[in-house]
């Protein structure tokens, strides 16, 4: 069964820092991965996703992800953080395999709140 | 565009009391259907999902049941909540096949006393 570790359970940065924020993975095969983000008291919203092809992932609001299989990692990046960037992210991980018998499984990371400093 | 509703946004609920949360998904069809909780400390646990009308697969033995009477229509039940049920419940779709990617509602908070 796949799995999904995030390290940083609390993050704190400056405005204008740069972020990375941790994700890796223990899958026997390549996995499709993504990265979400969650506002307080709000549901999930879908950052960025990789499937297949570059391992250097871009996706909304200025955020980043690079796929390393060799140390089966998923890290999330931002060159600057905005106040706005407070929230709570997710990484997650389904088979690539597709079974054709219905849906994917999603396994979650247990997250990581990150925390910013005007 | 594709819209997903989740009421209500949030309830309060003795302990005992019946449950049913409804989730619904605007502008896509036959779209596969998910229910999770979230829990302090815990991440999100997949309750049950669906990929059409009647379908449903459990993934935690619990007291709470889904079904799905409609093919944009996901509810979640219980006849009497306990304490644990407390949490954040999200309801995600997805549009199935390869490459597929969940989407979520905006949740329910549900508070038993």
């Known amino acids: 069964a796949q799995s999904v570790t995030q390290p940083d359970i609390h993050i704190t940065v400056s405005e204008g820092a740069s972020l990375e924020l941790r994700c890796n993975y223990s899958y026997g095969a390549t996995p499709y991965l993504f990265w979400y983000v969650q506002s307080p008291g709000q549901g999930l919203q879908l950052l960025l996703k990789y499937f297949s092809g570059d391992t250097l992932v871009q996706g909304i609001k200025g955020f980043e992800a690079e796929f390393k299989r060799s140390q089966s990692s998923f890290n999330l990046r931002k060159p600057s953080v905005h106040w706005s960037d407070a929230a709570e992210y997710f990484c997650a991980v389904a088979p690539a395999e597709y079974s054709g018998a219905g849906s994917y499984q999603l396994t979650f990371g247990k997250g990581t709140k990150l925390s910013v400093i005007p | 565009s594709q819209t997903i509703h989740q009421w209500p946004a949030t309830l309060v609920q003795p302990v005992g009391s019946p449950l049913s949360l409804e989730c619904t998904v605007e502008g896509t069809s036959n779209p596969n259907l998910y229910w999770y909780r979230q829990a302090a400390g815990r991440g999100l646990q997949l309750l049950f999902y669906?990929?059409?009308?009647?379908?449903i697969s459990s993934e935690v033995p619990q007291n709470l049941s889904a079904s799905r009477p409609q093919d944009r229509q996901f509810i979640l039940s219980s006849k009497k909540l306990l304490l644990s049920d407390s949490g954040f419940y999200l309801c995600a779709w997805s549009r199935g096949g390869s490459t597929d990617t969940q989407y979520f509602g905006p949740g329910t908070r549900l508070t038993v006393l």
């Open positions: 669906s990929v059409g009308i009647g379908q």
